[in-house]
């Protein structure tokens, strides 16, 4: 069983920074693929970043260059470095690690954290 805990969410003006942790208890290892996903109320979950193995990384076109998705694998933390924020990153925001073991794939998600953007 895996756990992930999201913090680092907060209250930030237009053009601020904030870096979201996410913690994972359990078996993770680090070629396993984490990533990042956002939701405001009434729309559709939207991945953010992911991570794979090597520390390859992708990133949704509205977050590219301004995100920073990175892991820590003796930690078993996932960070999210957003700069340059703006009032349309608002969302709450959720770890996600998708894992492949012998007995098959598992998904486990965090409880979220709000991060709200002020103009």
């Known amino acids: 069983q895996v756990q992930l805990v999201e913090s680092g969410g907060g209250l930030v003006q237009t053009g601020g920074s904030l870096r979201l942790s996410c913690v994972a208890s359990?078996?993770?290892?680090?070629?396993?693929?984490m990533a990042w996903y956002r939701q405001v109320l009434g729309k559709q979950r939207e991945l953010v970043a992911r991570?794979?193995?090597?520390?390859?990384?992708n990133y949704a076109d509205s977050v590219k260059g301004r995100f920073t998705v990175s892991r820590d694998n003796a930690k078993n933390t996932v960070y999210l470095q957003m700069n340059s924020l703006k009032p349309e990153d608002t969302a709450v925001y959720y770890c996600?690690?998708?894992?492949?073991?012998?007995?098959?794939?598992?998904?486990?998600w965090g409880q979220g954290t709000q991060v709200t953007v002020s103009s």
């Open positions: 991570i794979t193995s090597g520390d390859n990384a």
């Open positions: 996600f690690a998708d894992l492949w073991r012998a007995s098959g794939r598992t998904n486990y």
């Open positions: 359990g078996s993770i290892f680090s070629n396993d693929a």
